[in-house]
């Protein structure tokens, strides 16, 4: 035998061994998901309880537990801090809400919410266990793919933020996916309309199924119908049900709107639709936003490619190793969510870290495992039949993709670390909690963004310092002030609350300020 062949099967040995190594038969790793999950879910619910105790969820958390508490009271889903609306369905139709009812009224505790929104997400990794393994014919390379989804940074964000409906829909569109790859048509439906009862903009994302159908199989049933069902509900959702809800904001004289900030503006809606304020760069009307970008293209480029919003499409395609750009067709999923991002000039709108960007994890997640198939096709082909790597790409190219996927979790600030490293002292978090004991359970309160969610539950909560959607807050009984925050923005509110003869200086403890107004009933 020649030096050169037995080099040659050394080397298809070396390669076998590598295979054999990756394969792992469906049993085992449908165990060791399980145990991953738990993990997850401990890990992920833990931080979620100390960042709530720790005073680290902001005004966002109380929309939704005071809207689902008030429901429990029999007063809808009602919220009443914001001037034009006295519902949640006024700033989105959220339907799925009334799915969280029950068990907030079993446990009423935004923990319920926390641990809740933790094992949606969590779960969220079966679907893409499924997909990949299928896709992929390799289990382990389902495990793979479950992994990275749940590396994904902001996955692990949206987990930590106060409890958001985008991150049920992410989940229910994976689910939804995945049994619209399978043709099950009946479990498709179900999972895509339970997405769509999240919020309005998921509708987009359903929609883009038909699209990508098309641009593949062209079974038309699967193309038209997502693309009926879903033009239908975001249009009947944005100009029917939520304006429904919608009132035109109250103009009220100065001496009935203290605490404002200056140049703090009333009249924050410019529309009957508080979806539309995002884009009120571009216009105030769905047809002058449209009319913007058509007649001024270039500039609607300007706005979408700055270094900002180029560095946060690096931030959703990092994680997964910009695989997605071998899948193109699956990129279909997230591009109206992205181009929703892009063309905001509301910074958080483009943050990896922030809910907007959750339904355009579906689309990132899909097309990195299809660009992933996409890869071992050309790395196959590079290779030759003789090194063709049956369970994917072999055991160096998949501890890449797991080293990018942590990599790019620790890189972009991990933040399960950063709710054990940033919060607030024991001490300030006991004289907050000291002050909130003071004030009776039936009172109206203003307080600071981060202070806020530890007032619940009450039926009256407003912001502090006002911002230009917060109704009057003349009559408010209480305002609870951590001077830390108002430092950054609100000095002026806070010396005006000082300087009332209205208000007194009930207690002051830690850098945290409770005023009492004596001219409330």
Not at 83 to 108: H, K, Q, R
Not at 169 to 186: C, H, I, K, S
Not at 313 to 335: N, Q
Request: aromatic share 14%; with cysteine; proline share 6%.
């Amino acid at each position: 035998m020649s030096a050169t062949t037995s080099r040659a099967g050394n080397h298809s040995k070396a390669w076998h061994d590598r295979d054999s190594f990756l394969s792992l038969d469906s049993h085992r790793a449908w165990i060791i998901l399980g145990v991953v999950l738990v993990v997850y879910i401990a890990v992920l619910g833990v931080a979620s309880y100390l960042k709530y105790e720790r005073f680290g969820q902001g005004f966002d958390q109380v929309d939704f537990e005071q809207a689902i508490w008030n429901a429990i009271q029999g007063r809808g889903f009602e919220d009443v801090r914001f001037n034009f609306t006295e519902s949640i369905f006024g700033v989105d139709f959220m339907p799925f809400l009334a799915v969280l009812v029950p068990f907030y009224a079993l446990v009423p505790s935004a923990n319920t919410l926390f641990v809740l929104q933790t094992i949606a997400l969590a779960l969220g990794a079966i679907p893409v266990f499924l997909l990949a393994r299928d896709k992929l014919k390799s289990p382990l390379l389902g495990l793979v793919f479950a992994f990275v989804y749940l590396l994904y940074p902001t996955v692990q964000y949206i987990n930590l933020s106060p409890i958001q409906l985008r991150a049920f829909a992410l989940v229910l569109l994976l689910y939804a996916f995945y049994f619209f790859e399978q043709r099950r048509w009946v479990l498709f439906a179900a999972f895509g309309v339970l997405a769509a009862a999240c919020r309005t903009d998921v509708s987009l994302v359903l929609m883009m199924f038909g699209f990508y159908e098309l641009a593949g199989r062209r079974n038309w049933r699967y193309v038209l119908l997502p693309v009926a069902f879903s033009g239908a509900y975001f249009f009947i959702s944005l100009f029917v049900i939520v304006p429904s809800f919608t009132h035109p904001a109250p103009v009220l004289p100065a001496s009935q709107l203290p605490f404002m900030e200056p140049g703090q503006s009333q009249d924050w809606l410019g529309s009957n639709n508080s979806l539309l304020i995002y884009y009120k760069n571009l216009g105030s009307t769905p047809g002058g936003i449209v009319k913007t970008i058509v007649t001024h293209p270039l500039q609607t480029l300007g706005m979408m490619f700055t270094p900002d919003k180029i560095w946060y499409m690096v931030t959703l395609l990092l994680p997964v190793a910009f695989l997605p750009l071998l899948g193109p067709r699956a990129l279909l999923l997230a591009l109206p969510i992205l181009l929703m991002n892009l063309l905001s000039d509301r910074v958080a709108q483009f943050d990896y870290r922030t809910q907007y960007s959750a339904l355009a994890i579906p689309g990132m997640i899909v097309g990195a495992i299809y660009g992933f198939s996409r890869l071992k096709q050309l790395v196959a082909g590079i290779a030759g039949k003789g090194r063709s790597v049956p369970g994917g790409l072999g055991v160096p190219l998949v501890g890449v993709l797991l080293i990018i996927a942590v990599g790019a979790n620790v890189a972009l600030h991990n933040p399960v670390l950063r709710t054990l490293r940033y919060h607030e002292s024991d001490a300030r978090v006991a004289a907050a909690q000291s002050l909130i004991a003071m004030i009776p359970s039936d009172a109206s309160v203003a307080a600071s963004s981060f202070v806020a969610p530890r007032l619940l539950p009450r039926r009256y909560l407003y912001n502090f310092p006002p911002q230009s959607y917060t109704p009057s807050l003349a009559n408010v009984q209480y305002i609870l002030v951590d001077t830390n925050a108002v430092m950054l923005e609100g000095r002026s509110s806070l010396t005006q609350l000082q300087e009332s003869p209205s208000w007194k200086l009930v207690a002051s403890k830690e850098g945290f300020m409770l005023f009492h107004n004596l001219k409330a009933q």
